[in-house]
């Protein structure tokens, strides 16, 4: 049996969720080069980012860090409520990060005067 490598789950997991890479790069808060370094194998996301990426891919911690030759099945065993409740929760993130994003924007602004 062949061995995927990180990278190419990562890869994987990002395409079949219908993720680009800019998008993906958004929502975690990086450049879209570092996910790109991700998927190469270049560099490796830090522990802090790991279950964010399981999350945000809808796929499994350890299958993300482990591996095996297919993207499983993010609804298998998982109810419709339960997606739901993790996409609010992974929106919720996206819009906190957002707001930081535009606090640290106004904040560089009132210093620019």
């Known amino acids: 049996m062949e061995t995927i490598l990180f990278g190419e789950r990562l890869k994987n997991a ?5 993720m680009s890479q800019d ?5 975690l808060g990086v450049k879209r080069s570092t996910v790109e370094k991700w998927e190469s194998g270049k560099m490796h996301p830090r522990a802090n ?6 999350s945000l891919l809808n796929v499994p911690l350890m299958w993300l860090l482990a591996g ?8 298998a065993g998982v109810s419709n409520r339960d997606i ?6 992974d929106l919720d993130a996206g819009i906190n990060h957002m707001r930081t994003e535009l606090d640290e924007l106004r904040a560089l ?5």
């Open 14 to 18: 990002r395409e079949a969720s219908g």
């Open 23 to 27: 998008s993906l790069a958004s929502r």
């Open 49 to 54: 980012r790991l279950q964010t990426l399981a």
């Open 68 to 75: 095996s030759q297919k993207v499983p099945d993010p609804s």
């Open 84 to 89: 739901m409740l993790q996409k609010i929760a």
């Open 109 to 113: 602004v009132e210093n620019c005067d």
